[in-house]
């Protein structure tokens, strides 16, 4: 029987975990504007992409034109990514919202700081969460995946990648301060131990190609703009040859569709990890760096006799419904410790519904959340 080989290791902040991923995925395309503390991504990325064959790296004037170039080389067929924290996430929003109608396949990494405005550049805060669900307008659908380790950072973004160009979606991974600039040691999975995907191309003759035509998965084939096949690309609400319409019917069906390519395949969207819930009277549910926190503050608690159990969030969009129904056939109390001041705990109730208690710890001081501050709260009961 073949040995496996040995996993490279490397000593890594969880921005550099990004840049492995990414590359791991097949990231060809970097757009990017520094702002901190997300410019460790970019500094890499500058230096690495162009050693890798068809590697393009480019500093824009500004995170609006940041994502647009992004979109661009995406159409053109490149697996992309960008990179921002606060004010610039702002900036993102607007392109953020023309990709999910054009349907091109992206990934966003907003390392979140103190906010609002300039707030809090080089602090831990878990402030853009729900901004990160509804910033851009409109009714629209989005992916939001989470790391909450430096291995994660690594996992996540080859994860977000593979979404990314499985439904034709932005996806954004929400990392916090701490969990950025945090250094661990970290495996790099060898060549074929990921399993790494990329969009649907068109099977059919160039003269058969529809852009936006319905498929079962509700994920229209995407050809590379030069290859053949002509579409029109737009903002505008668009019929299934991409041209704008507002024909009640034709309009109904893209939004639909848009929401469904998602909704459909929640199974493979919504990622957790649980700690000790099979029996938990009380469950702590966290995302990000503060999940570090919740899971050694569970740990303790068992340590004391209190059947305490942990829900970690991977994905926070689509929020994971039926994961935290599961818990709450035993859990009695959730807790839910943010560096905000309650923006999943507001998804958390409403899956509750009253069934269980919901008690909150928020941190709005560019502070983390500390395992005794959850220790505490659970062992109030």
Known sequence: MAR??????????????????????????????????????MEIMAARLPKIEDGVFIQLEDEIASMGAVIGASLAGRKVLTATSGPGFSLKQENLGYAIMAETPLVLVNVMRGGPSTGLP??????????????????????????????????????????????????ILLLDEVTAHTREKIEIPNSGEYEVFSRTVPSMPPEWYKPYEETVRGVPPMPPLGSGYRFHTTGLTHD???????????????????HRKIDQFFYDIQLVDTVM????DIVVIAYGSVARSAELAVQQARENGIKAGLLKLKTLFPYPRRQQEKVMATAKTLV????????????????NTGRASVRTINRIDGQIVTPSEILKVIMQG
């Open 336 to 351: 839910v410790p943010e560096m905000n001041m309650g923006q999943i705990s507001r998804e958390v109730k409403r899956v």
């Open 240 to 258: 299934r040859n991409g041209f704008p319409t507002q024909r009640p019917e034709e309009v109904e069906e893209l939004v639909e569709r848009l």
């Open 122 to 171: 080089t602090c831990p805060a878990q402030g853009d969460v729900q901004q990160a669900r509804w910033g851009t307008h409109g009714d629209h659908p989005i992916i939001v995946l989470s790391a909450s380790n430096v291995q994660e950072c690594l996992d996540m973004t080859v994860t977000a990648f593979n979404m990314a160009e499985k439904y034709r979606t932005p996806v």
């Open 277 to 280: 819930t099979e029996d938990a």
């Open 4 to 41: 496996r080989k040995k996993r490279k290791e490397i000593f890594a902040l969880g921005n550099e975990a990004v840049v492995e991923g990414a590359l791991l995925a097949g990231c060809t395309f970097f757009g990017g504007y520094p702002i901190t503390p997300s410019s460790e991504i």
